[in-house]
């Protein structure tokens, strides 16, 4: 079957735009996490959805940072008034259920100039 | 909360060998371990994983195995080839919170033809 999709898969943008990425879960599955991978860098957590329950923003770096989930399916990570220090890959995972496997999409890239 | 180590951040080895990393976790609540393959430009994708009912998996050349009681585990890849070259992630969650898998901090793994 279909496997998260993100788009778009690249992005470049100037300094103190706004940006919106998106994220298609894999059918089905209640749980959505966001991370940040900087360059050569391991997985940074942002955001976590869980069917309806109040999203887990722990992560979120700083108030421009923010995320919704629709309907439980698709999510939308915005970053307003970029910085040149947002520049990473933005990936998405989703779960099944409450535990187990993270599927993660192949990423989108970020670069502000 | 949970805090996985992961070694070594680079490991180069040669066509053939045998590729070890080695990741430990503090949180003894944790029952599952995955492993995390991402190639150049990808997300990273699930390869193998393991609970901790269990100390070892295999799964053709690669197998994980589980220290409990020393709370580390590793992933072990025979017969290395090129295609192997990826950066690798270890995690640990321990299921009884929705938002409680970490990551080890990656490492980038070369098969020299």
């Known amino acids: 079957g279909a496997g998260v999709s993100q788009s778009p898969s690249n992005k470049v943008t100037e300094k103190g735009k706004d940006v919106e990425l998106r994220c298609d879960p894999i059918s089905g599955h209640t749980a959505l996490y966001w991370y940040r991978q900087s360059l050569g860098q391991g997985l940074e957590f942002l955001i976590y959805?869980?069917?309806?329950?109040?999203?887990?923003k722990s992560g979120l770096p700083s108030d421009r940072f923010s995320a919704e989930r629709t309907g439980g399916s698709v999510s939308t990570l915005t970053i307003q008034r970029t910085q040149q220090e947002d520049s990473a890959v933005y990936l998405c995972?989703?779960?099944?259920?409450?535990?187990?496997?993270?599927?993660f999409g192949p990423g989108t890239r970020l670069l502000v100039l | 909360g949970e805090n996985v180590e992961q070694h070594p951040s680079t490991l180069s080895v040669q066509e053939g060998d045998s590729a070890v990393i080695k990741c430990t976790y503090s949180d003894s609540a944790s029952n599952y371990f995955p492993w995390y393959k991402q190639e150049l430009g990808k997300g990273p994708q699930l390869i193998i994983d393991?609970?901790?009912?269990?100390g070892e998996k295999k799964d053709q050349r690669i197998a994980v195995t589980l220290n409990k009681t020393a709370k580390h585990f590793s992933l072990h890849i025979t017969e290395t080839q090129p295609e192997d070259s990826a950066v690798y992630f270890c995690?640990?969650?321990?299921?009884?919170?929705?938002?409680?898998?970490?990551f080890g901090a990656g490492t980038r793994l070369t098969v020299k033809p």
């Open positions: 995972a989703s779960r099944l259920d409450f535990v187990g496997t993270q599927y």
């Open positions: 959805f869980q069917g309806n329950s109040a999203p887990d």
């Open positions: 995690a640990a969650s321990n299921g009884h919170n929705n938002n409680d898998m970490r």
């Open positions: 393991i609970r901790s009912n269990v």
